[in-house]
């Protein structure tokens, strides 16, 4: 369908008119060499004008007043003139007015409201526009509310940093304050590049995490799975970072392979063998466990040494020492080439005979260490046993819950060990001098054999960019364990783009082994719990959730800390706590994670009763943050996932795949993409469609790579694309498609063959918008504008469209295609390039309302178009071109003549149909050639002359899905041409130079 037009109905069924061949099932042709069939050399012979100006206004010549170039700010300013004409801020609204019955629900992850928009906006926020317009267009009620995630560490300690001083005499009241003035400054900046982007959505109604409606709803979340037990409280390890004072999830941290540890082998002296280990030691040298860690300050805190049941052990004596140590059997040479020295085997045994033994704790002689069996134990890594901290690893802790250790935490929310480990260790901080002390402890007591530097992979805060540690608290969780296989048992039935997805979200998620909600500051939504002044007992029921949930959707989360706890709590539960007087409870000090914050939204921003997205389209790392805490809350409250379709894609990175940083000059920034940077030469404005074609050719299921140099070339990927419109523009002026438009089956081959084509090129992008790769689209955009239109269609059909009469049918016909051509391309790189698709409408010649091409719908095609005879027909003709003009390199293919001779056959019959007569210079057949004249043969001419050129080929033909093979010979005779160049069409077809040849008399004639 063209612009504003009524689509004409399908027409005529076939290609019946130019033989019954052409309307038969698919045929396959195989042309020798049949890589550049659609390329064309030879000079150009088109006119620019005529001779001497004498024909210049009788040659039809391209008029559009669309610009080859926007140069400098002329982009960026076209820009936002064609958002303000085209209605780019009305048209969420009216989309969301149309009376249709599909939806298209893609529902935005928040991003953090704390600085500048970035490329990695753009890259998200640009994939969400493409795939929005695309379904827009193709008739579905677009719901797109965007968010912001306005809670958190992040914020609040930028928001202190830039306090300094001033800080530590705010209140919670005050930082929350200044914390959200700081997200809402954030979120305007991000907003308004977003809209400059040109990202359609719901912009009048965003949501926003620390908004009273919101916070209300993820209480309201909060408590039912209180109320199923999948939320409780509990005293365990988890990741805390001693730089923010609070518990981080795994989604928080980064990981910093440069961080380095001081590793270290230290002795476990035996404290009582097992009964095997008895018979296998005679007394006469002591035995010690060996143990290896990286993180020396744990071992204050040891509770056991575990080993694997399953493995084979070893009892080695020590060259150097004489001791006897007790480590895994396959690790004795590599451990003895580590501490530089030689093991002898004394003996061997099963793990499982280590059951029952215990070793003394390496700095206190007389607390026994059990030896203990686990499965986290491996062979991968240090000395085969493991020295165990239950307040200081996730599988420690395991451990001593199966066997009722302690799990004492000698560490506070600074990091530095309590007055519980000692004079020694006290108020030292343990990742510094606390971890040194620890070594000079463990050296005084005999029991350390070496330390080493060692460089690996370390959780940082990802906000502070500090070293984290694991320590145990009381926390508050959620038991993702009564809901991973529900949840994984769901994800079955998502579909994820790319797959690979899938797999990568459920080794997350088994990876995790709790996930733990609360947080140690002040910025976020409160836990709504109260705490016993004076007992380890909390408070929350049904009745308290409720009045606090009422409270917090009236007036916000700022009233946890501004009203006093008798109005926090409902009259019937005061009066049951010891009333106003003599309270014995008081509103607890933990907000919630913001994970936990983002991972409710479907809850308040998904439309209807289902409240499921048809899309979530986020980077990777959301396998781990906002895709698992969404599915682990929806799965927990409703079992059932909030998402239809995942699509997953990368990071942005430097040109040469490095991570970008101010430090290494690799920043790009958005706002000096699309405007410029203060020197333009160096930093030229390209305006929003450059960025937004970026993202859309990347191939962003892997990590996308920006420069400077990758902007240009999508730049100059615009700018052919432009070139090509405006050809099409300017050749379909004076050109009406309800009237003019040629009927399908009598329009010329090329012609019907270019539909063709389009048809395949219209599917091809439909199914690539479909599956979300439009990388795809934009390859095969390019391709088609390249190859097909610039190099091949266009340089054939000038001819026709400049010289031929305004309303001659052969022109009409080359101007039916150009129409179709022009709006299926601009509909299929619209939700791409929307600014550009918009600039084109407004330069349509027959374009009627309305004034957006979004509002006009998706691409079109007929049936009718779809001639798989056709095709074979121009491949054919094209390898003998590629024959011809090879002949002649560099030289203009109109100064000669061209005799074709093809045996008899069905080659033969399908060339014979581009040319009734025997020699024609008019013919179908000799527009594809671009010669004086062609000439076609079922035999050797009698006489040829001895200036002539020869060339020979074959071509197979593949009928009827290869039940009819034939191959056939042709042969291609070239010879300069007797004619002389016709000063109106520069085609060699006069017979003086000072003539009009017979063709262009006849036009200028009128005749």
Known sequence: MRWGLYPRGPGAAALAAARNFWVRPRLRCHPRGRGTARSVSGSSNQPQSSSNGRYRDTVLLPQTSFPMKLLGRQQPDAELEIQQKCGFSELYSWQRERKVKTEFCLHDGPPYANGDPHVGHALNKILKDIANRYHMMRGSKIHFVPGWDCHGLPIEIKVLSELGGKAQNLSAVEIRKKARSFAEAAIKKQRSAFIRWGVMADWNNCYYTFDGKYEAKQLRIFYQMYEKGLVYRSYKPVFWSPSSRTALAEAELEYNPEHVSRSIYVKFPLLKPSPKLVSLIDGSSPVSFLVWTTQPWTIPANQAVCYMPDSKYAIVKCSTSGDLYVLAADKVTSIASALETTFEVISTFSGADLEGGTCAHPLIPDKASPLLPASHVTMTKGTGLVHTAPAHGMEDYSVASQHNLPTDCLVDEDGVFTDVAGPKLQNKAVLEEGTDVVIKMLQAAKHLLKEERLVHSYPYDWRTKKPVVIRASKQWFVNITDIKATAKELLKKVKFIPGSALNAMVETMD???????????????????????????????SQTTEHIIKLVEQHGSDVWWTLPPEQLLPKEVLSQVGGADALEYVPGQDILDIWFDSGTSWSYVLPGTDQRADLYLEGKDQLGGWFQSSLLTSVATRKKAPFKTVVVHGFTLGEKGEKMSKSLGNVIDPDVVINGGQDQSAEPPYGADVLRWWVAESNVFTEVTISPSVLNAARDDISKLRNTLRFLLGNVAGFNPETDSIPVNNMHVIDQYMLHLLQDLANKITDSYKQYDFGKVVRLLRAFYTRELSNFYFSIIKDRLYCEKAGDPKRRSCQTALAEILDVMVRSFAPILPHLAEEVFQHVPYAKEPKSVFRTGWIRTSSIWKKPGLEEAIESTCAMRDSFLGSIPGKNAAEYEVIIVIE??????????????????????????????????SQDPPLVTTDVIERQGTFLINLEGGDIREESSYKVIVMPTTKEKCPRCWKYTAESSDTLCPRCAEVVNGK
């Not at 995790?512 to 029921?541: A, M």
């Not at 033969?908 to 057949?925: G, R, V």
């Open 511 to 541: 990876r995790r082994p709790y996930w733990c909600i609360s947080r140690q500051r002040v910025w976020g939504v409160p836990i709504p719990v109260f705490h016993h002044k004076t007992k380890d007992e909390f408070l929350i029921n």
């Open 904 to 937: 008899p056959g069905l080659l033969f019959e399908i060339i014979e149909m581009l040319q009734a007569e025997e020699t024609s210079s008019t013919s179908q057949l000799n527009e594809l050639m671009m010669a004086s004249q062609t000439t076609l043969l």
